[in-house]
């Protein structure tokens, strides 16, 4: 992005957009709280890879972090996952409104083009003989 400040939403969509991410945001869920190594050997992706993906989150505030001696342990922020699932639904419901809206105009063409091809008038005629 272009010097600008991404938006919470922009986060959050940046956050939860990358199957990695969303597989890690899964095992903290069901796990509680875990280290970058303890999650780097339940996935295909390295310890490196895993962080990074966990700063991502934790930027987005997905999950937070806190240091217990040497190790950082992360957890979701439950508050923070409903608002985000809350987010994403309000932008499902305003697509599906609007997907309503395309296939209705649709419809509605199909109705009125096949309704002129069906009555007595008919379309002009195209003379397809070479001129002489």
């Given at each position: 992005?272009?010097?600008?400040?991404?938006?919470?939403?922009?986060?959050?969509?940046?956050?939860?957009?990358?199957?990695?991410?969303?597989?890690?945001?899964?095992?903290?869920?069901?796990?509680?709280?875990?280290?970058?190594?303890?999650?780097?050997?339940?996935?295909?992706?390295?310890?490196?890879?895993?962080?990074?993906?966990?700063?991502?989150?934790?930027?987005?505030?997905?999950?937070?972090?806190?240091?217990?001696?040497?190790?950082?342990?992360?957890?979701?922020?439950?508050?923070?996952?409903?608002?985000a699932a809350?987010?994403?639904?309000?932008?499902?419901?305003?697509?599906?409104?609007?997907?309503?809206?395309?296939?209705?105009?649709?419809?509605?063409?199909?109705?009125?083009?096949?309704?002129?091809?069906?009555?007595?008038?008919?379309?002009?005629?195209?003379?397809?003989t070479p001129?002489?």
């Open positions: 992005m272009s010097g600008r400040a991404r938006t919470y939403d922009e986060e959050v969509w940046l956050a939860v957009a990358d199957p990695s991410r969303r597989s890690l945001l899964e095992l903290l869920i069901n796990r509680g709280e875990a280290t970058a190594s303890g999650l780097a050997s339940e996935v295909p992706f390295s310890r490196q890879a895993v962080a990074k993906h966990l700063a991502v989150l934790e930027k987005a505030n997905l999950v937070s972090s806190r240091r217990q001696g040497r190790e950082v342990l992360f957890a979701v922020r439950p508050t923070e996952i409903d608002s809350q987010m994403l639904v309000n932008v499902g419901t305003a697509w599906d409104s609007r997907l309503q809206s395309i296939k209705r105009i649709a419809e509605e063409l199909h109705r009125s083009t096949t309704t002129f091809g069906d009555s007595n008038q008919s379309e002009p005629s195209r003379d397809t001129p002489q």
